[in-house]
C-alpha cells in the first residue's frame, strides 16, 4: 500500500517515475550481486527505503516517520478497507 500511496511530489526535485524506477533498477544490480540464493526478502520495503534515499527531506527516515512527513497519500483509495477494518475495532 505504501509504494502505491508514495506522493508524486515526495520526489522533489526530480520526476518521480525517474527516481522510483533508478530505485527499482538499482535494487536489481543488488539482487543480481547477491547470488539466487541471498536475494532481498522483503523487496517492496527495500524499494520504499532506496526511493527515499534518493530524496533530501526523507532520507534516513524510517517508514512511519516518512509518513508523519508527507511522504504518502494517506487517504489514497488503497487505505479503505484498512481503514474499514480499524473503524469495525471500535
Known sequence: MLLQSLRLESSECSDYYNLY??????LQSV???RGRENRLVNYSRHLLYTYLAGTE???GMRLGEAALAGAFDL????????????????
Do not use: W
Not at 524506477?21 to 538499482?26: I, R
Open 75 to 90: 487517504e489514497h483509495p488503497c487505505y479503505a478497507s484498512l481503514k474499514e477494518c480499524l473503524q469495525g475495532l471500535n
Open 21 to 26: 524506477n533508478m530505485s527499482a533498477e538499482y
Open 31 to 33: 539482487n543480481c550481486c
Open 57 to 59: 527531506r526523507y532520507v
